[in-house]
């Protein structure tokens, strides 16, 4: 043994006191008090329940309170001082409860453990994260949005093997990100749904032999009911686990809108102008402007997976009920907070800023041979079987690589020459315009179809 802490015995039950280094190790109240104005949030609630239900008297309910307000203001101020001795956030807020109104700051505990109060307490905090993440996707879906909305016209390339595979515009391509974000908050409102259920009343494991009200303790914290079973109340923290699924799923979008971005602002591609605000520059090369921004937002997204294997890795094998395992639940689920909101508020901040080059665009949709498919179709309406119109087409594309032309650059009589079914109205279905006007179903890069998508989303944002 090092040394020992003698200023405090964590409980009668202990004749020794408790390793000064092992009272560091166990302590997380260096990182779990940021959840402190949850952890009174579920206090003045519990004291209020135990009142109405004659366990604890009016007296003591409003001693409680008042004292928990005032470390609330404390805290918020800076002037709480947090001490390791306490261990945690909840025994560190207890203690001044009780150094502030004495005995009644000791029947807070009443009916309740640490165990089902962290479970509380973490619930609490990320029902308000929730908040913040669900805004932020709106913004982004916003900006994603304005930016559709000037380019439901403009013609690029559309990729498949990031090879130029068809003509698209770039709205579509634009509403495709905003699809996978629709997607992430209807995830994470759905994942909500289990975030917001009250463990409190579990206690440590078994319940509690006070007559208490779950359910008024539910309506008061703004749960929608308390937990079923008090063993998984304590012990499960699947609702972390899925929360931070749903953070990998939008920072997997979030790094595939990067890697995009990234591209799109080399040199080699020069599809886009990223704003110089978001950028910066090379301490050695003074022509760069690197994309800092997508690729820092794709290295975070390998960050917040971490977190989940981390999560999924820490819950596995655990027996019933609580373990001191769940403790380190809390730094890869803040950390996955922080760098989710922290990654949404830089794309929403930049992504209005984002300039297209439509002349670049269109070029690079031209070289690509990226009207073949129509050429097919086209000899398909004519009645030719697909995979002959393929052969055909195939042959067309060679004579075009060879003298270096678009389809739509070489001559009636040179594409009669592959299939005597052609006539001067291939034409419409070589351009490019053509080619994306003619998808025009539901789903379809179609200017039209896409203004309508646009049209659909922003009454679905409510904008
Ligand atoms: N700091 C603990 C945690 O984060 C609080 C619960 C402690 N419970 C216990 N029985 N030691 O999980």
């Known amino acids: 043994m090092t040394s020992v802490n003698t200023d405090k015995l964590s409980s009668a039950r202990f004749a020794e006191a408790t390793d000064a280094f092992v009272e560091e190790f166990t302590a997380s109240v260096h990182f779990d008090q940021r959840m402190a104005q949850h952890d009174i949030q579920?206090?003045?609630?519990?004291?209020?329940?135990?009142?109405?239900?004659?366990?604890?008297?009016?007296?003591?309910?409003?001693?409680?309170?008042?004292?928990?307000?005032?470390?609330?203001?404390?805290i918020a101020k800076g002037e709480f001082s947090w001490s390791?001795?306490?261990e945690d956030v909840h025994m560190n807020i207890e203690a001044r409860l009780t150094d502030l109104i004495g005995i009644a700051g000791k029947k807070l505990h009443t009916g309740r453990s640490r165990n089902d109060q962290v479970a509380t307490d973490i619930r609490l905090y990320l029902r308000s994260e929730v908040v913040q993440i669900?805004?932020?996707?709106?913004?982004?879906?916003?900006?994603?949005?304005?930016?559709?909305?000037?380019?439901?016209?403009?013609?690029?390339?559309?990729?498949?093997?990031?090879?130029?595979a068809q003509p698209i515009t770039f709205g579509h391509h634009l509403m495709a990100w905003f699809e996978m974000l629709s997607r992430d908050q209807a995830r994470l409102q759905d994942c909500n749904k289990r975030i917001n259920m009250l463990p409190l009343g579990a206690a440590a494991l078994a319940g509690t032999t006070y007559p208490i009200n779950r359910e008024l303790t539910a309506e008061l914290l703004g749960f929608s009911a308390p937990t079923a079973n008090s063993l998984d109340?304590?012990?499960?923290?699947?609702?972390?686990?899925?929360?931070t699924a749903v953070a990998s799923l939008i920072m997997m979008h979030l790094s595939r809108f990067s890697e995009e971005l990234i591209l799109w602002s080399s040199a080699q591609f020069d599809f886009i102008d990223m704003p110089d605000a978001f950028c910066t520059g090379s301490s050695i090369m003074p022509?760069?402007?690197?994309?800092?921004?997508?690729?820092?937002?794709?290295?975070?997204?390998?960050?917040?997976?971490?977190?989940?294997?981390?999560?999924?890795?820490?819950?596995?094998?655990?027996?019933?009920?609580?373990?001191?395992?769940?403790?380190e639940d809390k730094e890869p689920l803040f950390d996955t907070v922080d760098t989710l909101i922290n990654c949404l508020r830089a794309y929403a901040d930049m992504v209005p800023h984002i300039t297209a080059k439509k002349e670049v665009m269109y070029q690079a949709a031209k070289r690509g041979f990226a009207t073949a498919t129509d050429l097919a179709d086209y000899l398909v309406r004519k009645g030719m079987a697909f995979r002959d119109a393929h052969e055909v087409v195939g042959k067309a594309v060679r004579l075009g690589?060879?003298?270096?032309?678009?389809?739509?650059?070489?001559?009636?009589?040179?594409?009669?020459?592959?299939?005597?079914?052609?006539?001067?109205?291939?034409?419409?279905?070589?351009?490019?315009?053509?080619?994306?006007?003619a998808r025009h179903h539901i789903g379809g890069t179609a200017p039209e179809t896409v203004k309508k998508a646009i049209q659909l989303a922003q009454q679905q944002l409510g904008i």
């Open 42 to 74: 579920g206090s003045i609630a519990h004291a209020t329940m135990l009142c109405a239900s004659h366990i604890l008297t009016i007296e003591e309910r409003d001693a409680i309170i008042n004292g928990l307000n005032q470390i609330s203001a404390e």
């Open 84 to 86: 390791i001795q306490q």
């Open 134 to 164: 669900a805004a932020q996707i709106t913004r982004l879906q916003t900006a994603i949005l304005h930016l559709a909305e000037q380019h439901a016209d403009t013609i690029m390339p559309g990729f498949t093997h990031l090879q130029v």
């Open 233 to 243: 109340s304590v012990s499960d923290r699947d609702f972390a686990i899925e929360f």
């Open 287 to 327: 022509q760069k402007k690197n994309p800092d921004v997508p690729e820092l937002v794709r290295g975070k997204a390998g960050r917040v997976t971490g977190h989940l294997m981390a999560l999924l890795m820490l819950m596995k094998a655990q027996p019933l009920a609580y373990n001191k395992d769940n403790q």
């Open 401 to 437: 690589l060879e003298s270096q032309r678009d389809l739509s650059e070489l001559s009636l009589t040179e594409l009669q020459h592959f299939s005597d079914l052609i006539s001067a109205d291939v034409f419409a279905c070589l351009s490019l315009e053509g080619s994306v006007a």
